[in-house]
């Protein structure tokens, strides 16, 4: 089973930026598309960034496009975050999962980091 590990969370200030990294203890590269999403105290878990397990297309919430780049290293199986321009309402967990095939859901989650933007 792969296993998912989160970091690179923490506090900044609004309009700071934060690269958040998961590091797969599998290859990255089999999986059909390895994303990430978020959950704020009292809210639901929301989709954040996707990208193809092979580093080809991406896909962002549309309230993180032009803030938000994911990225991956199929080398070191590590899929990244970079988060800039923070506002305080990015405040949450952020978890990374994995989604195997294309007739699953994302199944594999790692423990999540938190990110606070607060001045």
């Known amino acids: 089973q792969v296993q998912l590990v989160e970091s690179g969370g923490g506090l900044v200030q609004p309009g700071g930026s934060l690269r958040l990294s998961c590091a797969a203890s599998g290859r990255i590269a089999s999986m059909y598309y390895m994303g990430w999403f978020r959950q704020a105290p009292g809210k639901v878990r929301e989709f954040v960034s996707s990208?193809?397990?092979?580093?080809?297309?991406?896909a962002y919430a549309d309230s993180m496009k032009g803030r938000f780049t994911i990225s991956s290293d199929n080398a070191k199986n590590t899929v990244y975050l970079q988060m800039n321009s923070l506002k305080p309402e990015d405040t949450a967990v952020y978890y990374c999962?994995?989604?195997?095939?294309?007739?699953?859901?994302?199944?594999?989650w790692g423990q999540g980091t938190q990110v606070t933007v607060s001045s």
């Open positions: 990208i193809r397990g092979n580093g080809g297309s991406t």
């Open positions: 999962a994995a989604r195997r095939t294309a007739t699953t859901m994302y199944d594999l």
